[in-house]
């Protein structure tokens, strides 16, 4: 019962609709997964720094700020099923 | 019971880099819709984000103004939520390591100082803009990724005239280090606030609630004052205060609810693995730190504390930092500080309102200081001067030549007044008899001749002397 419930959760965050009927399957592939973190779980960690980069190197690139590659207004609306005074047409949600 | 109220303030500012946060496209506004894109802006696949050298120098120059500690690894995350201003799919923003932390700024409420601490500021990208129709919305891109920085304060601001205190130091702040033009009507400078009531007695924070939405200081206030009443009826009548984000109508003048807050786990933050982390060279950093210019707060307590100007004279000059860095070059030349003050904020500033100009565009600091020595050593009276200055900026000449060329120079030479009051005198028998029977009140009557004969050029003062003088000599 919490699975189903964290799960529809998270489809609501990532705005994915579930049928109740697809649900049974989305958990078993849920614990199947779940089940694979534990693995990771279960390792010590302790005192071990998070890795988010697997390089040793460190960065120093900043981009100089010029102005360059502007796309032709034709491109930037291609790939919008509607578009209506040069913008993107989209059904209305009100969110924030 | 008593409440205390606890707010806590969010600031968007928008930098005035000539490209975005993470692409090349264009930071313009008024532009047609979708004209200011980058591929990058639309989240094509296939391409990456690359960071904005002079952003991070404007949140540099921005955290050193506010004390801030700053963190040398530049590193982002990615705030993730769906709607259709984000063509990503996400935000980058930099939610676990903050370009900087732990700050604060000296707010000026009703002419008492206050200290505000400021949590974090941090660097990010603004969405795409959306206008709502009546069944669709419009999206234009040309918004999105123009660099943002924000600015989060500490649960410090108790109400709405200190918020509005804070925001406007936090205005010109932005306006001095030149990062953004700041101007909340047009959303360069954008605020949410984050308002909770607490019986006065007790050590928890009560239900926060956010306003958003907020376009104008008085906006500001007016929403601050209508949710303190709001909730302290609720918590009165005892009901429940619902955490939530509200918004200011500007019709009815009141707060109303958009949503129920979602928590922060929500956005599922995580680092950004398209931009490795960045190091910053120290040396790079403190050149920053060095150019900064003086801050409105240096400013402030210079004018009143060294140059013994009024605190409405230092406030006039802040709020224009055009005149305010006028007034500085001034002052190094001709150091008299009341009496340029007094200047520029008086015939300057009002020509420059009435003219639309920019000061550069209509005076030199060396003119303008040139004139300034002019009046207090008397070379000119208060009045040429005031002709001088505006046949100045209307004619964009020097207070030299204009002075020979409108003959404006003042007559202090003793010679040449006596010649002129003698003439006036020799034919006016019957004054000088009036004089003698005690009507004084000539005097005055005698100096406008004088002034008048001489072309308004001469000395009053000596004039005055003079004629006293030869009045008493021809006294009958």
């Not at chain 2, 100009?357 to 060396?366: D, K, M, N, R, T």
Request: aromatic share 8%; glycine share 2%; proline share 4%.
């Amino acid at each position: 019962m919490k699975d189903i419930e964290f799960l529809k959760q998270l489809a609501y965050d990532a705005r994915l609709s579930i049928s109740d009927e697809d649900m049974p399957s989305l958990i078993d592939a849920y614990k199947d997964f779940m089940d694979q973190i534990q693995i990771l779980e279960d390792i010590e960690t302790e005192g071990v720094e998070p890795l988010v980069f697997p390089f040793e190197s460190q960065n120093y690139y900043l981009r100089l700020d010029d102005v360059e590659d502007i796309m032709e207004v034709d491109d930037v609306l291609k790939n919008a099923k509607e578009v209506q005074e040069q913008q993107v047409k989209v059904p209305k949600v009100v969110n924030s | 019971m008593k409440f205390e109220t606890v707010i806590g303030i969010e600031v968007h500012c928008e930098l005035k880099t000539k490209s975005k946060m993470f692409s090349s496209a264009p930071v313009s506004f008024g532009k047609k819709p979708n004209t200011q894109v980058h591929a990058i802006d639309l989240a094509m696949p296939g391409t990456l984000p690359s960071v904005n050298q002079k952003a991070v120098e404007m949140a540099i120059r921005v955290c050193h103004a506010l004390h801030m500690d700053i963190q040398d690894l530049l590193s982002f995350d990615r705030k993730n939520y769906f709607y259709a201003d984000l063509p990503k799919g996400y935000q980058i923003t930099q939610h676990y390591h903050p370009i900087g932390s732990h700050g604060y700024i000296e707010i000026d409420v009703n002419q008492e100082n206050m200290r505000i601490d400021i949590e974090r500021l941090h660097l990010e990208e603004d969405t795409a803009k959306l206008t709502h129709l009546s069944d669709e919305s419009l999206i234009d891109y040309n918004r999105a990724g123009i660099p943002l920085i924000e600015i989060v304060s500490k649960p410090q601001i108790k109400n709405s005239l200190q918020a509005c205190a804070y925001l406007e130091a936090l205005r010109y702040l932005f306006i001095y280090t030149d990062v953004s033009d700041a101007v909340m009507a047009q959303g360069s400078m954008r605020c949410d606030i984050n308002i909770s009531l607490k019986p006065e007695t007790s050590q928890q924070y009560g239900v926060k609630v956010e306003i958003k939405n907020l376009n104008s200081l008085s906006n500001v206030q007016k929403a601050i004052d209508y949710e303190i009443q709001r909730q302290t009826a609720l918590l009165l009548d005892g009901k429940p205060i619902l955490q939530q984000t509200r918004r200011f109508d500007e019709k009815t003048q009141t707060t109303v609810a958009m949503r129920n807050k979602e928590t922060t786990a929500d956005y599922r933050y995580y680092p950004e693995p398209n931009i490795l982390p960045i190091k910053l060279d120290s040396k790079w950093i403190q050149q920053i730190k060095d150019k900064l210019p003086l801050l409105p707060k240096q400013r402030k307590d210079i004018y009143i504390n060294q140059y013994q100007l009024s605190y409405n004279d230092a406030r006039i000059l802040i709020d224009h930092k055009e005149l305010s860095d006028f007034y500085n070059q001034t002052v190094q030349i001709c150091p008299h500080y009341q009496l340029v003050c007094h200047w520029l904020i008086g015939d300057v500033l009002s020509y420059l309102n009435k003219s639309h100009q920019s000061i550069h565009a209509i005076l030199h600091v060396e003119d303008f200081a040139k004139l300034m020595h002019f009046v207090a050593d008397k070379t000119l009276s208060t009045k040429q001067a005031k002709q001088v200055l505006e046949l100045m900026m209307t004619k964009h000449k020097d207070p030299v030549s204009v002075i020979e060329e409108y003959h404006f120079q003042q007559i202090n030479d003793d010679h040449i007044l006596m010649k002129v009051i003698d003439e006036i005198l020799d034919y006016q028998p019957d004054l000088i008899k009036e004089y003698s029977q005690g009507k004084t009140k000539i005097v005055g009557f005698l100096v406008g001749q004088v002034m008048q004969k001489t072309n308004g050029q001469a000395n009053p003062q000596k004039t005055n002397q003079l004629l006293m003088k030869e009045l008493e000599k021809r006294k009958q």
